[in-house]
């Protein structure tokens, strides 16, 4: 029997990229806190625990979101459907990296 082991990674539940000079979410995981949240692709994140993510780095915005298990993190994100703000916090916890996401779960932004 052939068995593959995903990556435990600490977090979230979301991947970054700068799109269009924006910090924007580009997948979810499911069961995870930001699932759990209601965050999807394609929302703006805009502020991580109250500081601006204008003009940050990958680097800096992933050393804002890394942290140990059941620590919390702030995010300001913008849905750019219905253009609202909000305000959520998130708890970090483990879960599995799945080998694919569903195709609902992940923003085609032409890569």
């Given at each position: 029997m052939n068995t593959h082991t995903h990556p435990e990674i600490t977090g979230v539940g979301f991947g970054l990229a700068i799109i269009g000079g924006t910090v924007t979410v580009v997948y979810v995981v499911p069961d995870t806190p930001a699932y759990r949240a209601g965050l999807t692709p394609g929302m703006i994140v805009q502020k991580i625990d109250d500081v601006i993510t204008e003009g940050m780095q990958e680097k800096d915005w992933h050393q804002?979101?890394?942290?140990?298990?059941?620590?919390?993190v702030r995010l300001e994100v913008t849905d750019t459907t219905s253009k609202r703000s909000r305000v959520v916090e998130l708890n970090r916890e483990?879960?599995?990296?799945?080998?694919?996401?569903?195709?609902?779960?992940v923003l085609d932004y032409g890569n």
């Open positions: 804002k979101l890394r942290g140990l298990v059941d620590t919390k483990k879960f599995i990296l799945p080998a694919a996401l569903p195709k609902e779960a």
